[in-house]
């Protein structure tokens, strides 16, 4: 263990005090007897393009990025993931030996994964999914789920353009309903997606009311903290499945381990019990 080099990695978004990929990551680290740290990076937008260009210097191998800054960070990545350019925002940062930044993103496969744990019969082409927010983590995970055969995707948030431009920039079977129509677009379909961050611990509830989502919809949250957000109570009490934002978390916590510490880390009940105690 003490021939092992110190690796350094983070998480930079404004702010990061709420993350849980300290205690994913870390448990890592010690479950692997790895020598490193995995620390928080609170980085304001402003000074976003100084703090990646200076994560060589400060021997990190690599971060996560989380909001809101994925989209942003891709423009100062020296190469670009064929995942991140589809997507066109990264989750992960990955300094190279030369120093050069490539830019990651998996947060979209570690979503579909969190869906496939939930419920192991999910299948992306069984009806129309509807998805609140258009901001980074939603672009990944509209990407995926129309690459898992979703026949029409709904999209829906506060500032139409930015729901217009996302379902531009991703392609066909792409539907754009302006956010007071939200309740109305729920009709018919099989999987409704929160990605905004209203039902985070500190931030407003998400207006939504789902009167009109059929019985057997699976109800999916973006957020982790709380683990079960209004939206998510309100669609249990319905009867709804629902899956919290903390399997995607776990998901996609796991290549980029990988990419950093070169090595391919498990999901264990242990890991989610340490998880699960920060709360």
């Known amino acids: 263990m003490s021939d092992l080099p ?18 994913i990551h870390n448990h890592w680290i010690a479950q692997h007897r790895l020598k490193g740290a995995y620390v928080q990076l609170p980085v304001q937008p402003e000074r976003l393009e100084a703090a990646i260009r200076g994560l060589p210097a400060l021997g990190f191998a690599g971060c996560n990025v989380t909001v809101p800054h994925k989209v942003n960070a891709m423009r100062f990545m020296d190469e670009l993931h064929p995942a991140a350019r589809r997507v066109a925002a990264i989750n992960t940062i990955v300094v190279q030996a030369d120093g050069r930044l490539l830019g990651m993103n998996n947060d979209g496969a570690g979503y579909i994964q969190s869906l496939r744990d939930a419920d192991a019969t999910w299948r992306g ?31 829906t948030n506060r500032t139409l353009e930015r729901a217009q ?7 066909e079977r ?13 009709a018919g379909v099989s999987l409704l997606v929160n990605t905004t961050t209203q039902g985070m611990h500190g931030q407003s509830t998400l207006d939504v ?4 989502l059929p019985a057997a919809a699976m109800v999916s949250d973006a957020i982790y ?11 249990r009490l319905r009867g709804h499945r629902t899956v919290n934002g903390l399997g995607m978390l776990l998901n996609q916590a796991r290549p980029a381990f990988e990419s950093w510490f070169g090595v391919m ?15």
Do not use: C, Y
């Open 225 to 235: 903290i709380p683990m079960e957000t209004p939206l998510l109570a309100q669609a």
């Open 174 to 186: 792409v539907k754009v309903v302006p956010w007071a129509e939200r309740n109305e677009a729920m």
């Open 265 to 279: 880390p498990e999901i264990t009940p242990e890991l989610r019990a340490a998880v699960e105690a920060t709360f």
């Open 125 to 155: 082409n069984a009806g129309p999914a509807l998805v609140l927010g258009a901001g980074g983590a939603a672009r990944a995970i509209v990407v995926a789920l129309l690459d898992e055969g979703v026949p029409e995707l709904r999209i």
């Open 6 to 23: 110190f690796v350094l990695a983070g998480v930079m978004g404004w702010p990061v005090a709420h993350t849980r990929s300290p205690a």
């Open 209 to 212: 009311v789902l009167d009109a």
């Open 165 to 171: 431009a996302l379902a531009e920039a991703v392609g």
